[in-house]
Protein backbone atom coordinates (compact mmCIF):
# COMPACT_ATOMS: atom_id res chain seq x y z
CA UNK A 1 0.00 0.00 0.00
CA UNK A 2 2.91 2.18 0.88
CA UNK A 3 4.41 1.48 -2.18
CA UNK A 4 1.03 2.74 -4.80
CA UNK A 5 0.94 6.45 -2.51
CA UNK A 6 4.97 7.00 -3.13
CA UNK A 7 3.88 6.23 -6.75
CA UNK A 8 0.97 8.60 -6.54
CA UNK A 9 3.53 11.16 -5.01
CA UNK A 10 4.41 13.32 -7.48
CA UNK A 11 0.40 14.18 -8.68
CA UNK A 12 -0.32 14.38 -5.00
CA UNK A 13 0.74 16.10 -1.50
CA UNK A 14 -0.76 13.62 0.34
CA UNK A 15 2.70 12.30 1.91
CA UNK A 16 3.62 15.82 2.53
CA UNK A 17 0.38 16.69 4.23
CA UNK A 18 0.80 13.71 6.14
CA UNK A 19 4.29 14.61 7.55
CA UNK A 20 3.50 18.25 8.20
CA UNK A 21 -0.21 17.49 9.44
CA UNK A 22 -0.09 14.61 11.42
CA UNK A 23 -3.74 15.05 12.07
CA UNK A 24 -4.63 14.10 8.57
CA UNK A 25 -6.06 10.86 8.91
CA UNK A 26 -5.06 7.63 6.48
CA UNK A 27 -9.26 7.54 5.67
CA UNK A 28 -8.58 11.12 4.09
CA UNK A 29 -5.32 10.41 2.48
CA UNK A 30 -7.59 7.39 1.21
CA UNK A 31 -9.87 9.47 -0.05
CA UNK A 32 -8.42 12.35 -2.00
CA UNK A 33 -5.93 9.30 -3.74
CA UNK A 34 -9.86 7.65 -4.88
CA UNK A 35 -10.50 10.94 -6.25
CA UNK A 36 -7.07 11.19 -8.48
CA UNK A 37 -7.30 7.85 -9.72
CA UNK A 38 -10.80 8.67 -10.89
CA UNK A 39 -9.39 12.04 -12.63
CA UNK A 40 -6.91 10.31 -14.16
CA UNK A 41 -8.70 7.08 -15.65
CA UNK A 42 -11.23 9.98 -16.77
CA UNK A 43 -8.26 12.26 -18.84
CA UNK A 44 -7.24 8.64 -20.29
CA UNK A 45 -10.71 7.40 -21.51
CA UNK A 46 -12.00 10.84 -22.68
CA UNK A 47 -9.71 13.50 -22.71
CA UNK A 48 -11.24 15.66 -25.72
CA UNK A 49 -14.30 16.33 -23.35
CA UNK A 50 -12.34 17.07 -20.27
CA UNK A 51 -10.02 19.23 -22.87
CA UNK A 52 -13.08 21.19 -23.64
CA UNK A 53 -14.58 21.21 -20.25
CA UNK A 54 -11.52 22.97 -18.54
CA UNK A 55 -9.86 24.80 -21.39
CA UNK A 56 -11.19 28.46 -22.80
CA UNK A 57 -9.03 28.85 -25.78
CA UNK A 58 -10.66 25.80 -27.91
CA UNK A 59 -14.18 27.42 -27.30
CA UNK A 60 -12.55 30.82 -28.83
CA UNK A 61 -11.07 28.91 -31.95
CA UNK A 62 -14.37 26.98 -32.45
CA UNK A 63 -16.55 30.15 -31.93
CA UNK A 64 -14.27 32.16 -34.30
CA UNK A 65 -14.31 29.48 -36.75
CA UNK A 66 -18.02 29.14 -36.60
CA UNK A 67 -18.70 33.08 -37.63
CA UNK A 68 -15.62 33.27 -40.35
CA UNK A 69 -17.64 30.01 -41.77
CA UNK A 70 -20.64 32.13 -41.43
CA UNK A 71 -19.24 35.16 -42.79
CA UNK A 72 -18.00 33.62 -45.92
CA UNK A 73 -21.15 32.24 -46.61
CA UNK A 74 -23.32 35.42 -46.51
CA UNK A 75 -20.51 37.22 -48.37
CA UNK A 76 -20.92 34.60 -51.10
CA UNK A 77 -24.18 34.81 -51.12
CA UNK A 78 -24.86 38.36 -50.41
CA UNK A 79 -22.10 40.17 -52.18
CA UNK A 80 -21.72 44.09 -50.89
CA UNK A 81 -23.36 46.55 -53.57
CA UNK A 82 -24.22 50.08 -53.75
CA UNK A 83 -25.10 52.15 -51.06
CA UNK A 84 -28.32 53.59 -52.39
CA UNK A 85 -30.29 53.19 -55.85
CA UNK A 86 -31.99 56.68 -57.02
CA UNK A 87 -35.45 57.86 -55.81
CA UNK A 88 -37.89 57.05 -58.27
CA UNK A 89 -40.11 59.84 -60.18
CA UNK A 90 -38.11 62.56 -58.46
CA UNK A 91 -38.68 66.11 -59.29
CA UNK A 92 -37.58 69.53 -58.17
CA UNK A 93 -35.28 70.80 -55.40
CA UNK A 94 -32.69 72.09 -58.06
CA UNK A 95 -31.38 74.77 -55.82
CA UNK A 96 -30.86 72.19 -53.14
CA UNK A 97 -29.05 69.20 -55.47
CA UNK A 98 -26.60 72.38 -56.60
CA UNK A 99 -25.56 73.75 -53.08
CA UNK A 100 -24.97 70.63 -51.87
CA UNK A 101 -23.05 68.91 -54.61
CA UNK A 102 -21.39 71.97 -54.53
CA UNK A 103 -20.45 71.63 -50.60
CA UNK A 104 -19.45 67.68 -51.45
CA UNK A 105 -17.36 68.39 -54.54
CA UNK A 106 -15.00 71.57 -53.07
CA UNK A 107 -13.96 70.57 -49.39
CA UNK A 108 -14.52 67.69 -46.93
CA UNK A 109 -17.42 69.09 -44.41
CA UNK A 110 -19.35 67.62 -41.81
CA UNK A 111 -22.91 68.45 -43.34
CA UNK A 112 -26.09 68.59 -40.93
CA UNK A 113 -29.47 68.30 -42.94
CA UNK A 114 -32.33 69.05 -41.16
CA UNK A 115 -36.17 69.42 -42.18
CA UNK A 116 -39.60 68.42 -41.47
CA UNK A 117 -40.53 64.87 -41.27
CA UNK A 118 -41.78 63.43 -44.74
CA UNK A 119 -40.33 66.72 -46.40
CA UNK A 120 -38.36 64.83 -48.67
CA UNK A 121 -34.69 65.05 -47.19
CA UNK A 122 -33.66 61.00 -47.59
CA UNK A 123 -34.70 61.10 -50.99
CA UNK A 124 -32.85 64.16 -51.92
CA UNK A 125 -29.81 62.98 -50.12
CA UNK A 126 -30.02 59.42 -52.19
CA UNK A 127 -30.34 61.84 -55.38
CA UNK A 128 -27.11 62.51 -55.01
CA UNK A 129 -25.05 60.25 -53.26
CA UNK A 130 -26.40 57.15 -55.23
CA UNK A 131 -23.70 58.76 -58.08
CA UNK A 132 -20.70 56.29 -58.79
CA UNK A 133 -18.55 59.22 -57.40
CA UNK A 134 -19.51 58.82 -53.85
CA UNK A 135 -18.79 55.37 -51.99
CA UNK A 136 -21.12 55.74 -48.89
CA UNK A 137 -21.24 53.75 -44.98
CA UNK A 138 -24.66 54.52 -44.70
CA UNK A 139 -27.26 54.05 -41.45
CA UNK A 140 -30.89 54.28 -41.09
CA UNK A 141 -31.35 55.04 -37.87
CA UNK A 142 -35.34 54.07 -37.96
CA UNK A 143 -33.81 50.55 -38.79
CA UNK A 144 -30.03 51.16 -36.88
CA UNK A 145 -28.90 47.65 -36.98
CA UNK A 146 -27.70 47.97 -33.57
CA UNK A 147 -29.22 48.77 -30.08
CA UNK A 148 -26.15 49.58 -27.46
CA UNK A 149 -22.28 50.59 -28.20
CA UNK A 150 -21.35 46.89 -27.99
CA UNK A 151 -23.42 45.83 -31.35
CA UNK A 152 -22.72 49.49 -32.50
CA UNK A 153 -19.09 49.09 -33.27
CA UNK A 154 -19.39 45.32 -34.80
CA UNK A 155 -21.54 46.87 -37.23
CA UNK A 156 -19.51 49.90 -37.81
CA UNK A 157 -16.49 47.35 -38.36
CA UNK A 158 -18.48 45.28 -40.62
CA UNK A 159 -19.65 48.56 -42.93
CA UNK A 160 -15.40 49.84 -42.46
CA UNK A 161 -14.62 46.12 -44.20
CA UNK A 162 -17.21 46.74 -46.65
CA UNK A 163 -17.01 49.76 -47.94
CA UNK A 164 -13.04 49.47 -48.06
CA UNK A 165 -13.56 46.67 -50.07
CA UNK A 166 -15.85 48.69 -52.46
CA UNK A 167 -13.01 51.07 -53.05
CA UNK A 168 -10.73 48.02 -53.99
CA UNK A 169 -13.15 47.41 -56.45
CA UNK A 170 -12.80 50.99 -57.83
CA UNK A 171 -11.89 50.94 -62.06
CA UNK A 172 -10.04 54.19 -61.15
CA UNK A 173 -7.41 52.50 -58.77
CA UNK A 174 -4.64 50.11 -60.15
CA UNK A 175 -4.92 46.38 -59.24
CA UNK A 176 -1.75 46.50 -57.18
CA UNK A 177 -3.41 50.01 -54.65
CA UNK A 178 -5.97 48.09 -55.26
CA UNK A 179 -4.32 44.76 -53.22
CA UNK A 180 -3.65 47.63 -50.68
CA UNK A 181 -6.83 48.35 -49.53
CA UNK A 182 -8.15 44.70 -49.35
CA UNK A 183 -5.32 44.00 -46.87
CA UNK A 184 -7.02 47.14 -45.00
CA UNK A 185 -10.17 45.54 -45.38
CA UNK A 186 -8.95 42.45 -44.14
CA UNK A 187 -6.96 44.37 -40.95
CA UNK A 188 -10.77 45.59 -39.99
CA UNK A 189 -11.99 42.10 -40.53
CA UNK A 190 -9.15 40.40 -38.15
CA UNK A 191 -9.89 43.51 -35.57
CA UNK A 192 -13.79 42.76 -35.57
CA UNK A 193 -13.09 39.17 -34.65
CA UNK A 194 -10.31 39.45 -32.45
CA UNK A 195 -12.50 42.80 -31.35
CA UNK A 196 -16.05 43.41 -30.19
CA UNK A 197 -16.91 39.72 -31.42
CA UNK A 198 -14.17 37.94 -29.56
CA UNK A 199 -15.34 34.93 -27.18
CA UNK A 200 -13.79 37.14 -24.44
CA UNK A 201 -15.50 40.20 -24.81
CA UNK A 202 -18.91 39.02 -25.44
CA UNK A 203 -18.54 36.85 -21.78
CA UNK A 204 -16.95 40.42 -19.68
CA UNK A 205 -19.26 41.33 -16.96
CA UNK A 206 -21.07 44.85 -17.88
CA UNK A 207 -18.56 47.70 -15.93
CA UNK A 208 -15.25 45.58 -18.15
CA UNK A 209 -17.76 45.52 -20.87
CA UNK A 210 -18.54 49.37 -21.43
CA UNK A 211 -15.12 50.47 -20.83
CA UNK A 212 -13.65 47.52 -23.42
CA UNK A 213 -16.46 48.89 -26.06
CA UNK A 214 -15.28 52.49 -25.61
CA UNK A 215 -11.86 51.05 -25.99
CA UNK A 216 -12.61 49.12 -28.91
CA UNK A 217 -14.35 52.74 -30.94
CA UNK A 218 -11.23 54.26 -30.08
CA UNK A 219 -9.06 51.18 -31.78
CA UNK A 220 -11.29 51.20 -35.00
CA UNK A 221 -11.85 54.89 -35.91
CA UNK A 222 -7.63 54.80 -35.59
CA UNK A 223 -7.94 52.09 -37.80
CA UNK A 224 -10.41 53.94 -39.86
CA UNK A 225 -8.74 56.84 -40.17
CA UNK A 226 -5.31 54.90 -41.44
CA UNK A 227 -7.24 53.39 -43.97
CA UNK A 228 -8.46 57.09 -45.24
CA UNK A 229 -4.94 57.46 -45.65
CA UNK A 230 -3.71 55.33 -47.39
CA UNK A 231 -6.44 55.28 -49.99
CA UNK A 232 -5.95 59.15 -50.63
CA UNK A 233 -2.45 58.17 -50.85
CA UNK A 234 -2.93 55.83 -53.60
CA UNK A 235 -2.37 56.76 -57.11
CA UNK A 236 -5.22 57.38 -60.02
CA UNK A 237 -4.94 55.04 -63.51
CA UNK A 238 -3.05 57.72 -65.92
CA UNK A 239 -6.56 57.82 -67.78
CA UNK A 240 -8.66 58.66 -64.67
CA UNK A 241 -9.12 62.52 -63.29
CA UNK A 242 -10.75 61.74 -59.94
CA UNK A 243 -11.28 59.48 -56.98
CA UNK A 244 -14.33 58.22 -55.32
CA UNK A 245 -15.69 60.57 -52.83
CA UNK A 246 -15.86 58.23 -49.45
CA UNK A 247 -18.99 59.76 -47.27
CA UNK A 248 -20.51 58.70 -43.69
CA UNK A 249 -24.11 59.45 -43.64
CA UNK A 250 -26.99 58.63 -40.24
CA UNK A 251 -29.93 59.35 -41.19
CA UNK A 252 -32.29 59.99 -38.31
CA UNK A 253 -28.95 61.26 -36.39
CA UNK A 254 -30.58 62.62 -33.48
CA UNK A 255 -31.87 58.79 -32.75
CA UNK A 256 -27.76 58.09 -31.96
CA UNK A 257 -27.62 59.09 -29.11
CA UNK A 258 -30.59 56.59 -27.31
CA UNK A 259 -29.74 53.85 -29.41
CA UNK A 260 -25.52 54.16 -28.33
CA UNK A 261 -26.35 54.82 -24.87
CA UNK A 262 -23.04 56.09 -23.91
CA UNK A 263 -22.37 59.84 -23.87
CA UNK A 264 -18.65 59.12 -23.63
CA UNK A 265 -18.34 56.85 -26.60
CA UNK A 266 -20.89 59.41 -28.78
CA UNK A 267 -18.16 62.18 -27.80
CA UNK A 268 -15.20 59.91 -29.26
CA UNK A 269 -17.04 59.01 -32.34
CA UNK A 270 -18.10 62.90 -32.85
CA UNK A 271 -14.60 64.38 -32.20
CA UNK A 272 -13.25 61.34 -34.84
CA UNK A 273 -15.83 63.01 -37.27
CA UNK A 274 -14.65 66.09 -36.95
CA UNK A 275 -10.50 64.66 -37.49
CA UNK A 276 -12.13 63.09 -40.59
CA UNK A 277 -13.87 66.28 -42.01
CA UNK A 278 -12.34 69.75 -41.34
CA UNK A 279 -8.98 68.69 -40.17
CA UNK A 280 -7.31 66.29 -42.12
CA UNK A 281 -9.69 66.52 -45.03
CA UNK A 282 -10.18 62.18 -45.70
CA UNK A 283 -14.05 62.00 -46.02
CA UNK A 284 -17.43 63.66 -45.79
CA UNK A 285 -19.79 63.08 -43.19
CA UNK A 286 -23.32 63.75 -43.53
CA UNK A 287 -26.19 63.54 -40.50
CA UNK A 288 -29.97 63.60 -41.12
CA UNK A 289 -32.54 64.34 -39.23
CA UNK A 290 -36.09 65.90 -38.44
CA UNK A 291 -35.34 66.93 -34.68
CA UNK A 292 -35.02 70.54 -34.28
CA UNK A 293 -33.22 70.38 -31.23
CA UNK A 294 -30.32 68.82 -32.38
CA UNK A 295 -28.69 71.61 -33.56
CA UNK A 296 -28.79 73.02 -29.98
CA UNK A 297 -27.12 69.16 -28.50
CA UNK A 298 -24.53 69.96 -31.17
CA UNK A 299 -23.57 73.05 -30.34
CA UNK A 300 -23.71 72.10 -26.26
CA UNK A 301 -21.16 69.11 -28.02
CA UNK A 302 -18.85 72.08 -28.99
CA UNK A 303 -19.51 70.79 -32.47
CA UNK A 304 -21.16 73.59 -34.45
CA UNK A 305 -18.20 75.26 -35.25
CA UNK A 306 -17.22 72.53 -37.24
CA UNK A 307 -20.43 72.22 -39.32
CA UNK A 308 -22.22 73.53 -42.23
CA UNK A 309 -25.95 73.07 -41.05
CA UNK A 310 -28.98 73.01 -44.19
CA UNK A 311 -32.93 73.41 -44.01
CA UNK A 312 -34.53 71.50 -46.39
CA UNK A 313 -38.28 72.72 -46.61
CA UNK A 314 -41.60 72.54 -48.87
CA UNK A 315 -41.48 72.03 -52.66
CA UNK A 316 -41.70 75.16 -54.04
CA UNK A 317 -45.34 75.49 -55.98
CA UNK A 318 -44.37 75.27 -59.46
CA UNK A 319 -43.28 71.29 -58.27
CA UNK A 320 -46.09 71.31 -56.99
CA UNK A 321 -48.35 72.07 -59.97
CA UNK A 322 -45.96 69.77 -61.93
CA UNK A 323 -46.57 66.95 -59.48
CA UNK A 324 -49.89 67.51 -59.35
CA UNK A 325 -51.07 67.49 -63.09
CA UNK A 326 -48.31 65.25 -64.86
CA UNK A 327 -48.75 62.26 -61.68
CA UNK A 328 -51.50 62.79 -59.49
CA UNK A 329 -54.89 63.95 -61.48
CA UNK A 330 -54.13 61.14 -64.14
CA UNK A 331 -54.27 58.52 -61.74
CA UNK A 332 -57.73 60.06 -61.07
CA UNK A 333 -61.14 58.44 -62.98
CA UNK A 334 -61.83 61.31 -65.36
CA UNK A 335 -65.66 62.00 -64.03
CA UNK A 336 -64.00 62.98 -60.76
CA UNK A 337 -61.00 65.18 -62.18
CA UNK A 338 -62.98 68.77 -62.67
CA UNK A 339 -63.69 68.60 -59.12
CA UNK A 340 -60.49 68.21 -57.84
CA UNK A 341 -58.75 70.63 -60.25
CA UNK A 342 -61.47 72.77 -58.54
CA UNK A 343 -59.81 72.31 -55.61
CA UNK A 344 -56.25 73.19 -56.33
CA UNK A 345 -55.94 76.87 -55.17
CA UNK A 346 -57.65 75.76 -51.66
CA UNK A 347 -54.86 72.48 -51.53
CA UNK A 348 -52.28 75.04 -52.06
CA UNK A 349 -53.14 77.11 -49.18
CA UNK A 350 -53.52 74.17 -46.47
CA UNK A 351 -50.97 71.68 -47.94
CA UNK A 352 -48.39 73.89 -49.06
CA UNK A 353 -45.34 72.24 -50.72
CA UNK A 354 -45.62 69.02 -48.76
CA UNK A 355 -45.95 66.30 -50.79
CA UNK A 356 -47.42 63.73 -48.71
CA UNK A 357 -50.34 65.15 -47.72
CA UNK A 358 -51.16 65.83 -51.41
CA UNK A 359 -50.34 61.94 -52.57
CA UNK A 360 -52.41 61.65 -49.41
CA UNK A 361 -55.48 63.55 -50.52
CA UNK A 362 -55.81 62.40 -53.89
CA UNK A 363 -55.21 58.30 -52.67
CA UNK A 364 -58.15 59.08 -50.36
CA UNK A 365 -60.40 61.68 -52.52
CA UNK A 366 -60.02 58.38 -55.37
CA UNK A 367 -61.06 56.11 -52.48
CA UNK A 368 -64.20 58.17 -52.12
CA UNK A 369 -65.19 58.24 -55.55
CA UNK A 370 -64.88 61.95 -55.33
CA UNK A 371 -67.13 63.03 -52.62
CA UNK A 372 -64.24 63.55 -50.28
CA UNK A 373 -63.28 67.43 -49.42
CA UNK A 374 -60.65 69.72 -47.50
CA UNK A 375 -62.68 69.29 -44.40
CA UNK A 376 -62.83 65.67 -44.06
CA UNK A 377 -59.92 64.90 -44.92
CA UNK A 378 -58.14 62.65 -41.99
CA UNK A 379 -54.45 64.51 -41.55
CA UNK A 380 -56.50 68.00 -40.85
CA UNK A 381 -58.96 66.01 -38.57
CA UNK A 382 -55.86 65.10 -36.54
CA UNK A 383 -53.35 68.33 -36.43
CA UNK A 384 -56.97 70.30 -34.95
CA UNK A 385 -57.42 67.10 -32.67
CA UNK A 386 -53.45 67.68 -31.52
CA UNK A 387 -53.92 71.69 -30.95
CA UNK A 388 -56.96 70.50 -28.52
CA UNK A 389 -56.07 67.13 -27.10
CA UNK A 390 -52.48 69.16 -26.10
CA UNK A 391 -53.91 71.40 -23.16
CA UNK A 392 -56.76 69.01 -22.41
CA UNK A 393 -54.13 66.47 -21.26
CA UNK A 394 -50.95 67.69 -21.29
CA UNK A 395 -49.68 69.81 -18.06
CA UNK A 396 -48.97 72.77 -19.81
CA UNK A 397 -49.33 76.27 -17.72
CA UNK A 398 -51.29 77.78 -20.19
CA UNK A 399 -54.37 79.95 -20.83
CA UNK A 400 -56.30 79.93 -24.24
CA UNK A 401 -56.40 83.72 -24.10
CA UNK A 402 -52.65 83.07 -23.88
CA UNK A 403 -52.47 80.82 -26.65
CA UNK A 404 -54.35 82.93 -28.88
CA UNK A 405 -52.54 85.84 -28.69
CA UNK A 406 -49.37 82.92 -29.45
CA UNK A 407 -51.04 82.07 -32.64
CA UNK A 408 -51.96 85.72 -33.57
CA UNK A 409 -48.45 86.70 -33.09
CA UNK A 410 -47.33 84.31 -35.66
CA UNK A 411 -49.97 84.66 -37.91
CA UNK A 412 -49.66 88.66 -38.41
CA UNK A 413 -46.53 88.44 -39.45
CA UNK A 414 -45.49 88.35 -42.74
CA UNK A 415 -43.18 85.37 -42.81
CA UNK A 416 -45.68 83.69 -39.80
CA UNK A 417 -42.42 83.36 -37.59
CA UNK A 418 -41.23 85.15 -34.68
CA UNK A 419 -38.04 85.04 -31.90
CA UNK A 420 -37.43 81.84 -30.28
CA UNK A 421 -36.56 83.98 -27.25
CA UNK A 422 -39.01 86.41 -27.50
CA UNK A 423 -41.61 83.83 -27.10
CA UNK A 424 -39.35 82.21 -24.20
CA UNK A 425 -39.71 85.58 -22.61
CA UNK A 426 -43.47 85.93 -23.03
CA UNK A 427 -44.66 82.71 -22.46
CA UNK A 428 -42.08 80.83 -20.79
CA UNK A 429 -39.27 78.32 -22.63
CA UNK A 430 -40.85 75.36 -21.23
CA UNK A 431 -43.94 75.84 -23.06
CA UNK A 432 -42.32 77.24 -26.24
CA UNK A 433 -40.52 73.85 -25.79
CA UNK A 434 -42.81 72.04 -25.46
CA UNK A 435 -44.75 73.41 -28.63
CA UNK A 436 -41.31 72.61 -30.75
CA UNK A 437 -41.81 68.83 -29.41
CA UNK A 438 -45.07 68.39 -30.15
CA UNK A 439 -44.48 68.93 -33.75
CA UNK A 440 -46.52 72.02 -33.60
CA UNK A 441 -43.84 74.56 -33.50
CA UNK A 442 -40.59 74.05 -35.15
CA UNK A 443 -37.46 75.57 -34.34
CA UNK A 444 -34.96 77.21 -37.35
CA UNK A 445 -31.63 78.95 -36.86
CA UNK A 446 -30.57 78.99 -40.26
CA UNK A 447 -33.16 79.57 -43.45
CA UNK A 448 -34.33 76.84 -45.88
CA UNK A 449 -32.08 76.89 -48.85
CA UNK A 450 -32.95 79.22 -51.35
CA UNK A 451 -35.29 80.97 -48.85
CA UNK A 452 -34.59 84.70 -48.11
CA UNK A 453 -35.56 85.91 -44.60
CA UNK A 454 -35.33 89.70 -43.71
CA UNK A 455 -32.56 90.32 -41.57
CA UNK A 456 -34.67 91.94 -39.54
CA UNK A 457 -36.23 88.30 -38.05
CA UNK A 458 -34.43 87.30 -34.42
CA UNK A 459 -32.53 84.11 -35.10
CA UNK A 460 -33.35 81.53 -33.89
CA UNK A 461 -36.93 81.63 -34.70
CA UNK A 462 -40.48 79.70 -34.40
CA UNK A 463 -42.93 78.85 -36.97
CA UNK A 464 -45.48 76.55 -37.24
CA UNK A 465 -44.46 73.52 -38.18
CA UNK A 466 -46.42 73.00 -41.82
CA UNK A 467 -48.97 74.98 -43.57
CA UNK A 468 -51.71 72.55 -42.35
CA UNK A 469 -51.03 73.62 -39.02
CA UNK A 470 -50.50 77.29 -39.92
CA UNK A 471 -54.35 77.14 -41.41
CA UNK A 472 -55.42 75.71 -38.03
CA UNK A 473 -53.89 78.36 -35.94
CA UNK A 474 -56.25 80.50 -38.34
CA UNK A 475 -58.88 78.60 -37.96
CA UNK A 476 -58.98 78.82 -34.01
CA UNK A 477 -58.39 82.98 -34.17
CA UNK A 478 -61.20 83.06 -36.46
CA UNK A 479 -63.38 81.44 -34.01
CA UNK A 480 -62.31 83.13 -31.39
CA UNK A 481 -63.02 86.56 -32.75
CA UNK A 482 -66.31 85.35 -33.96
CA UNK A 483 -67.45 83.43 -30.98
CA UNK A 484 -69.24 80.90 -33.74
CA UNK A 485 -67.07 78.30 -33.29
CA UNK A 486 -67.06 77.23 -29.25
CA UNK A 487 -65.26 73.77 -30.33
CA UNK A 488 -62.22 75.72 -30.76
CA UNK A 489 -62.25 78.35 -27.73
CA UNK A 490 -59.96 76.74 -24.88
CA UNK A 491 -61.69 79.19 -22.42
CA UNK A 492 -64.68 76.82 -22.33
CA UNK A 493 -61.52 74.25 -21.26
CA UNK A 494 -60.37 75.62 -18.41
CA UNK A 495 -62.36 73.65 -15.89
CA UNK A 496 -61.29 70.45 -16.67
CA UNK A 497 -58.08 71.39 -15.16
CA UNK A 498 -60.38 71.42 -11.67
CA UNK A 499 -62.36 68.49 -11.78
CA UNK A 500 -64.55 68.26 -9.03
CA UNK A 501 -63.48 64.85 -6.74
CA UNK A 502 -66.96 63.83 -6.75
CA UNK A 503 -67.70 60.36 -7.58
CA UNK A 504 -71.50 58.78 -8.00
CA UNK A 505 -72.06 54.73 -9.12
CA UNK A 506 -73.04 54.65 -12.76
CA UNK A 507 -75.22 51.69 -13.80
CA UNK A 508 -71.92 49.98 -14.82
CA UNK A 509 -69.93 50.30 -11.69
CA UNK A 510 -67.78 52.60 -12.25
CA UNK A 511 -67.77 55.65 -11.10
CA UNK A 512 -68.04 59.28 -12.66
CA UNK A 513 -68.31 62.81 -10.60
CA UNK A 514 -71.93 63.37 -12.68
CA UNK A 515 -75.38 64.16 -11.32
CA UNK A 516 -78.24 62.15 -13.31
CA UNK A 517 -79.60 65.12 -14.84
CA UNK A 518 -76.49 66.44 -16.82
CA UNK A 519 -76.02 62.44 -17.54
CA UNK A 520 -79.84 62.30 -19.29
CA UNK A 521 -78.83 65.36 -21.27
CA UNK A 522 -76.24 64.20 -22.18
CA UNK A 523 -78.22 60.69 -23.65
CA UNK A 524 -80.82 63.33 -25.04
CA UNK A 525 -78.22 64.83 -27.16
CA UNK A 526 -76.78 62.07 -28.33
CA UNK A 527 -79.78 60.28 -28.82
CA UNK A 528 -81.39 63.45 -30.87
CA UNK A 529 -78.91 63.70 -33.20
CA UNK A 530 -79.67 61.99 -36.89
CA UNK A 531 -76.35 60.00 -36.72
CA UNK A 532 -76.62 59.90 -32.69
CA UNK A 533 -73.14 61.43 -32.42
CA UNK A 534 -71.85 64.36 -31.25
CA UNK A 535 -68.56 65.79 -31.38
CA UNK A 536 -65.69 64.57 -28.80
CA UNK A 537 -64.69 68.21 -27.65
CA UNK A 538 -68.47 69.54 -27.45
CA UNK A 539 -68.77 66.42 -25.44
CA UNK A 540 -65.59 67.20 -23.49
CA UNK A 541 -66.53 71.23 -23.09
CA UNK A 542 -69.87 70.40 -21.49
CA UNK A 543 -69.39 66.97 -19.38
CA UNK A 544 -65.07 67.02 -19.08
CA UNK A 545 -63.15 65.02 -20.71
CA UNK A 546 -62.90 62.47 -18.13
CA UNK A 547 -66.24 61.79 -17.89
CA UNK A 548 -66.10 60.85 -21.72
CA UNK A 549 -63.14 59.23 -21.59
CA UNK A 550 -64.46 57.00 -18.72
CA UNK A 551 -67.63 56.67 -20.94
CA UNK A 552 -65.46 55.03 -24.21
CA UNK A 553 -63.30 52.99 -21.47
CA UNK A 554 -66.16 51.78 -20.16
CA UNK A 555 -67.62 50.45 -23.66
CA UNK A 556 -70.99 53.12 -23.28
CA UNK A 557 -69.49 55.66 -25.91
CA UNK A 558 -67.32 55.06 -28.76
CA UNK A 559 -64.56 57.44 -30.00
CA UNK A 560 -64.28 57.61 -33.70
CA UNK A 561 -62.04 60.14 -35.88
CA UNK A 562 -62.96 58.61 -38.92
CA UNK A 563 -65.70 57.05 -40.80
CA UNK A 564 -66.01 53.42 -41.34
CA UNK A 565 -65.53 51.72 -44.52
CA UNK A 566 -68.75 52.50 -46.73
CA UNK A 567 -70.10 54.94 -43.75
CA UNK A 568 -70.78 58.48 -44.90
CA UNK A 569 -71.45 60.78 -41.77
CA UNK A 570 -72.35 64.83 -42.72
CA UNK A 571 -69.70 67.47 -42.65
CA UNK A 572 -71.44 69.05 -40.01
CA UNK A 573 -70.63 66.50 -37.80
CA UNK A 574 -67.57 67.68 -35.46
CA UNK A 575 -63.90 65.26 -35.91
CA UNK A 576 -63.54 63.58 -33.65
CA UNK A 577 -67.37 62.41 -31.94
CA UNK A 578 -68.48 60.27 -29.81
CA UNK A 579 -71.61 57.64 -30.15
CA UNK A 580 -73.34 54.23 -28.45
CA UNK A 581 -70.94 51.76 -28.79
CA UNK A 582 -74.05 49.51 -30.02
CA UNK A 583 -77.66 49.37 -30.98
CA UNK A 584 -78.20 47.56 -27.44
CA UNK A 585 -76.66 50.82 -25.70
CA UNK A 586 -78.64 52.87 -27.74
CA UNK A 587 -81.81 50.92 -26.41
CA UNK A 588 -80.73 51.56 -22.93
CA UNK A 589 -80.73 55.28 -23.13
CA UNK A 590 -83.49 55.55 -24.74
CA UNK A 591 -84.93 53.41 -22.18
CA UNK A 592 -83.30 55.61 -19.34
CA UNK A 593 -84.73 59.21 -21.47
CA UNK A 594 -88.12 57.93 -21.54
CA UNK A 595 -88.28 56.66 -17.72
CA UNK A 596 -86.79 59.84 -16.39
CA UNK A 597 -89.66 61.76 -18.69
CA UNK A 598 -92.69 59.96 -17.78
CA UNK A 599 -91.86 60.41 -14.51
CA UNK A 600 -93.27 57.03 -13.43
CA UNK A 601 -90.55 56.52 -10.32
CA UNK A 602 -90.47 59.84 -8.65
CA UNK A 603 -87.35 58.16 -6.80
CA UNK A 604 -85.38 57.50 -10.09
CA UNK A 605 -81.82 57.48 -9.69
CA UNK A 606 -78.89 56.25 -12.32
CA UNK A 607 -78.42 53.12 -9.58
Known sequence: ??????????TTNLMISNHRHPEYSFFHQTKKCQFSILTLLKTLTNPLTLLLENLDKP??????????ALETYEKFNHPSTHAFNKTPNFVGREKEKIVIEEILSNNFKWIVVSGAERVGKTALLREILSDDKYNVIHF???????ANLHSFVTEFSYRIETFLLRFSEDQQIDKEHAKVLEDQAIGIKRFRLEGP?????KNQNHGQHKESCRNELTKLLEKFHASLLKYHSLKLKKDKIHKQIPVIFIDEAHKLRNLINDDEALQI???????????????????????????????????????????IGDLNYSNISHIFYQDLLPSVPKEFRENLVRMEDDLCKIFGGSIVDWQNFVQDYKISCGNLTIDDFE???????????????????????????????????????IGYHYACNEFTQYIIDKLIEERILKYKLVDEIGEIVHNEVERPYVMPSSMMTLHVMKLMIQGKQD?????????DFEPLYRVKNQFVTLFLGSEIPINSIKLISLFQRIVSTPLHCIGYHYACNEFTQYIIDKLIEERI?????VDEIGEIVHNEVERPYVMPSSMMTLHVMKLMIQGKQDKKDKNWKRN
Not at 140 to 146: I, K, S, Y
Not at 284 to 300: A, M
Not at 486 to 491: G, H, P, R
Open 59 to 68: KKTIQEIKVQ
Open 1 to 10: MSRYFFRLRP
Open 269 to 311: LFDAMVVFTTQDKLCQVIHSTSDNFYERFLTKSNLSNHIKFLV
Open 197 to 201: ESYEK
Open 483 to 491: KKDKNWKLD
Open 140 to 146: DLRVPGF
Open 557 to 561: LKYKL
Open 379 to 417: PLYRVKNQFVTLFLGSEIPINSIKLISLFQRIVSTPLHC
